[in-house]
């Protein structure tokens, strides 16, 4: 039944599944780190602004994906689990033909937008410059990014969480390494700035794409890629994309949220929105970390559902749920005791205003950890069941109701009818937002629905 470790304890499966994603996860901040890191200690503020709003489109672009790995991770996962592995088979390979069209429509879309995309966002003068040339260079390899994602994606569904950590470790080795070398120009490379750090970005994660089609093409997992398996099946399609697309939708309903929440950022001016950059890569440890427990919750609660065991199905969520607040709290701890100290890793003794602005901040979210914890975990087990309208009715409330509204109330000045607490207000609201939504996903949870829903 279960493919990664039958017969094991569902602490022991939970744990089994996390720890390979928590490394990957791990490598994979690791390149948005490598990136600040050597953008805020090498190059200027207007770079590292640069760098917070490239980051944001592209994960807002990367959220298109969804639209194909949520229903590939659910459907691979509850066939796994009912033992029918050749038609576990043929979704995988329907999702890799999926993946590809899509990223070749992202690369499309963001290469011809990108100028547009970047002044819309309230970025001016040489940081607008090298944001869009920092886009261009990594969209150039969305098709290899989105095979690389879906690849993963599949694996993952059929309890192989090991393969995506590997890939990682190549991905996060080449990506450094070059960046670090075209950033300070050493030996035979060229000192290209801001544009030498996105050129390394591309290399990493194009070789990543690569790498799993490649691992697909042997076999893996029971799982398997063949040229002939790629040519859609319109029936296959539509079971993908009918999980898919309200998962797609939370997803980029949470980007274009992002979005709008930066762009309010973005009028404080560079120095909030490059404290705001260092904040946000600060809180995603806590962020990348809980991601490991989702991905196991997701796939414990498909296999499950999929052998028609629901009591087991909300067991296993219910203990990737608890051990994803407890790790969270603790680092919660850490992000509020060793704000000071961490902000200095990303900037040196630099740009002491960025510090100034960003500390008290992270201090805020640090207390929310336990509920973007019950976020992440409890909505990628309903995800793993197939119930994907839920998360995304509550990621829209969360934004428009409370995130939005409150974020231009607490930043406008007194004089525009707001409170005026700049870049503080902002992370208030943000903190309102987590609690709310925090609580409205441990609800639908726990009312049960996920366990009826067909795929």
Same mark, same amino acid.
């Given at each position: 039944m279960l493919a990664a470790v039958p017969g094991a304890s569902i602490a022991r499966q939970v744990i089994w599944l996390a720890l390979p994603v928590l490394v990957e996860q791990a490598l994979l901040y690791l390149v948005g780190f490598s990136d600040t890191v050597l953008t805020g200690r090498y190059l200027r503020v207007e770079h590292l602004a640069a760098v917070t709003v490239s980051s944001y489109l592209l994960w807002f672009l990367g959220s298109l994906l969804i639209v194909v790995s949520a229903g590939a991770t659910a459907l691979v996962a509850r066939l796994i689990g009912g033992g029918q592995r050749e038609a576990a088979v043929r979704i995988g390979q329907q999702a890799i033909g999926l993946a590809w069209i899509v990223g070749l429509a992202i690369m499309a879309l963001g290469l011809g937008a990108a100028p547009a995309i970047i002044r819309a966002m309230n970025l001016i003068g040489p940081a607008q410059d090298e944001a869009i040339a920092y886009l261009r260079i990594v969209l150039a390899v969305t098709p290899l990014l989105a095979s690389e994602a879906v690849g993963v994606a599949c694996l993952r569904g059929a309890g192989d969480t090991r393969t995506g950590m590997w890939v990682m470790i190549v991905v996060n080795t080449i990506n450094i390494a070059l960046s670090w070398a075209f950033v300070t120009g050493i030996g035979p490379f060229p000192a290209l700035g801001l544009r030498g750090v996105a050129l390394g970005t591309a290399i990493g994660e194009g070789t990543g794409g690569l790498l799993v089609l490649w691992v697909l093409a042997r076999g893996r997992s029971g799982l398997i890629l063949r040229r002939r398996g790629l040519r859609p099946v319109w029936a296959d399609v539509r079971r993908i994309l009918r999980i898919s697309l309200p998962a797609a939708g939370e997803s980029l309903t949470n980007a274009a949220c992002q979005l709008w929440f930066l762009r309010l950022i973005n009028r404080?001016?560079?120095?909030?929105?490059?404290?705001?950059?260092?904040?946000?890569?600060?809180?995603?440890?806590?962020?990348?970390?809980?991601?490991?427990?989702?991905?196991?919750?997701?796939? @414990?609660?498909?296999?499950?559902?999929?052998?028609?065991?629901?009591?087991?199905?909300?067991?296993?969520?219910?203990?990737?749920?608890?051990?994803?607040?407890?790790?969270?709290? +603790?680092?919660? !701890?850490?992000? =509020?005791?060793?704000?000071? %100290?961490?902000?200095? @890793?990303?900037?040196?003794?630099?740009?002491?205003?960025?510090?100034?602005?960003? !500390?008290?901040?992270?201090? !805020?979210?640090?207390?929310?950890? %336990?509920?973007?914890?019950?976020?992440?975990? +409890?909505?990628?087990?309903?995800?793993?069941?197939?119930?994907?309208?839920?998360?995304?009715?509550?990621?829209?409330?969360?934004?428009?109701?409370?995130?939005? %509204?409150?974020?231009? =109330?607490?930043?406008?000045?007194?004089?525009?009818?707001?409170?005026?607490?700049?870049?503080?207000?902002?992370?208030?609201?943000?903190?309102?937002d987590l609690c709310v939504r925090g609580a409205l996903v441990a609800a639908r949870f726990l009312q049960g629905g996920w366990r009826r829903v067909r795929v």
């Open positions: 404080l001016g560079e120095t909030a929105t490059a404290a705001h950059g260092v904040a946000i890569r600060c809180e995603s440890i806590a962020f990348l970390t809980v991601m490991a427990f989702s991905v196991a919750a997701s796939t @414990l609660t498909g296999q499950y559902l999929g052998a028609g065991r629901p009591d087991l199905a909300g067991k296993a969520a219910r203990t990737a749920w608890g051990i994803g607040v407890a790790v969270l709290s +603790l680092l919660g !701890v850490l992000l =509020y005791t060793e704000a000071r %100290p961490m902000f200095a @890793l990303f900037l040196g003794r630099n740009q002491p205003g960025v510090e100034a602005l960003g !500390v008290p901040v992270l201090r !805020v979210v640090a207390f929310a950890l %336990p509920a973007l914890a019950t976020i992440a975990v +409890l909505s990628g087990s309903l995800r793993g069941a197939g119930d994907t309208r839920w998360p995304w009715a509550i990621v829209v409330f969360g934004y428009l109701a409370i995130r939005l %509204p409150g974020t231009y =109330y607490l930043t406008l000045s007194p004089s525009e009818g707001g409170l005026g607490w700049g870049l503080f207000g902002a992370w208030i609201a943000m903190f309102a």
